[in-house]
């Protein structure tokens, strides 16, 4: 499963000064998916021996081992895998790795001198860390929920009820035990939201938060948050604490954050568009992004998940675009062509301190596959 150390422990594998073949491939299905993966995976693999053709004979012989290899065994891209898969091979070196991925990704087959794990990066930049507290009568357990892995992260237990004091007089000593009860539950619902707060501010914290159990454990606990826990709180459950496992508190988590996620990109999108269409400071399509994020006035990158789009750099000036021109249009030297020129335009606005955000579900971006908040206003007569 992806997550740093499996990111770091590919940076380090030892190549032996052969290429290494990375492939990613987009198991979700979505309108770039209407053509099988096999058919896809064909096209980003021919891509990949046109572009190693300068290479030493050697290291072209590596590649060709490689492309020969994941042409062959197609079917290691299999749906049953999720949202998506990257595969990293370097025949020469005797690596192959695959890596199971959280979320659909840009599809695309690079060579390069060690594995390309931007897009890698990329994900675990993009995925919120979850809190899911789901509450019972006398005891909660707090989960941790991110990319898609649920695991435990502490169990709490309160004082018992004592049901004995049940009966004897019946209306006025009823009463007082459904009082005393009352007063054990809302004890209770403060010790989790105090416990939560704590854990929101130490132990490695968490971006969001959703809260599971009965309906009145539930409403209680969230009433008794801090204003700016409770702001986390990004949906509700309802499940049956008694007969709870893992599985069934993941099969909701999942369910609330892909929710919540579609709200959140379809509201980002919308105010995306809003603004470029009342001619604010936000633009929409490739040639348009590359214009400004060449000015470096991005502040956030909109990018929606599906093809790679070939491009040029320009070794002289770092302009990038969709051209493939050898020389640069600005300063006349020469250019390099990049498999991907929606990476260079997410490096290139990270390292100008903005930031990059990834549109997972199909919707307007779609059109346009990407779109950029600007900084300050451009005029956009860098259209070359
Ligand atoms: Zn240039």
């Known amino acids: 499963m992806l997550d740093q150390v499996s990111i770091d422990r590919l940076r380090r594998m030892d190549t032996r000064g052969f290429p290494v073949l990375s492939v990613y491939v987009n198991l979700q299905p979505g309108p770039e998916s209407l053509r099988g993966v096999p058919a896809r995976i064909k096209d980003l693999l021919a891509h990949v021996e046109k572009d190693s053709e300068d290479l030493p004979r050697d290291q072209r012989l590596s590649v060709r081992a490689d492309v020969a290899a994941l042409s062959r065994d197609v079917s290691r891209f299999g749906p049953d895998l999720g949202h998506g ?52 009568r006398r005891f909660a357990s707090i989960f941790r929920f991110v990319m898609d892995e649920l695991e435990t992260w502490e169990e709490m237990r309160d004082e018992e009820i004592r049901k004995s004091n049940y009966g004897g007089f019946a209306g006025y000593e009823e009463q007082r035990v459904r009082a005393r009860a009352d007063e054990v539950a809302s004890k209770h619902y403060r ?47 309802s499940i049956d604490p008694g007969t709870m496992t893992p599985a069934t508190v993941l099969e909701h988590a999942r369910r609330v954050a892909t929710a919540w996620d579609a709200r959140e990109e379809e509201r980002l999108v919308a105010e995306l568009f809003d603004t470029a269409s009342a001619g604010g400071r936000a633009v929409l399509g490739l040639d348009e992004v590359c214009s400004v994020v060449n000015q470096r006035a991005v502040d956030t990158l909109y990018v929606q998940a599906g093809r790679a789009v070939p491009g040029s750099v320009c070794t002289g000036c770092g302009k990038v675009s969709v051209d ?33 955000r990834h549109i997972l579900n199909p919707g307007p971006l779609s059109e346009f596959e990407v779109g950029a908040r600007l900084r300050y206003s451009t005029l956009l007569v860098d259209a070359t």
Do not use: W
């Open 324 to 356: 493939v021109a050898p020389v640069c249009s600005v300063c006349g030297a020469p250019t390099r062509p990049v498999p991907d020129v929606i990476d260079r335009l997410s490096e290139s606005v990270r390292s100008g301190g903005g930031t990059v």
């Open 85 to 136: 898969v990257a595969v990293f091979r370097s025949n020469g070196a005797a690596i192959d790795q695959q890596l199971v991925l959280p979320g659909p990704v840009r599809e695309r087959a690079v060579i390069d001198s060690g594995a390309y794990l931007r897009p890698l990066e990329a994900m675990i930049e993009h995925y919120p860390h979850y809190c899911v507290a789901v509450v019972g």
């Open 191 to 237: 010790n989790v939201a105090a416990r939560l707060a704590e854990l929101k501010r130490t132990d490695g914290g968490f971006d969001l938060l959703m809260v599971g159990g009965p309906e009145p454990h539930v409403e209680g606990t969230i009433e008794a948050l801090p204003p700016d826990v409770a702001a986390l709180v990004v949906g509700t459950f």
